[in-house]
């Protein structure tokens, strides 16, 4: 059974910077797509990055682009997300997500968060003064 298990999230000022983590284990065969989500309050689930574990292509969300990172490290079936110059915007849950099956581009069936995303239980992201 996959399970994905995210770590990293915490509460920092504006301007501050948080690194997620994301390990993935039970899994046959590499994911295709890697990437992070998130639920800000009050608002539906969002995703914010994702990753094409085949060359490691990037792709981000309009709000985070220029300021997130996402990356994998493949012999440890991880994902991270760096978070640079936070707002209080980006203040919201962030889940983890894997897929073994979609393509990973913005606006691809990976970013609307399913049928085949598998899920982790969220890390809390809070930045406030």
């Known amino acids: 059974q996959v399970q994905l298990l995210e770590s990293g999230g915490g509460s920092v000022p504006p301007g501050g910077f948080l690194r997620l983590s994301c390990s993935v284990s039970g899994a046959t065969r590499s994911p295709n797509c890697m990437g992070w989500f998130r639920r800000r309050p009050g608002e539906e689930r969002e995703a914010v990055a994702s990753?094409?574990?085949?060359?490691?292509?990037?792709f981000y969300s309009g709000s985070v682009e220029g300021r997130f990172t996402i990356s994998q490290d493949i012999a440890k079936n991880t994902v991270y997300l760096q978070m640079n110059n936070l707002i209080p915007e980006d203040t919201a849950e962030y889940y983890c997500?894997?897929?073994?099956?979609?393509?990973?581009?913005?606006?691809?069936?990976?970013?609307?968060?399913?049928?085949?995303?598998?899920w982790g239980r969220g890390t809390q992201v809070t930045v406030s003064t």
């Open positions: 997500s894997v897929d073994f099956y979609s393509s990973c581009g913005v606006g691809g069936r990976f970013w609307t968060g399913g049928p085949f995303n598998f």
């Open positions: 990753l094409f574990t085949g060359d490691g292509s990037p």
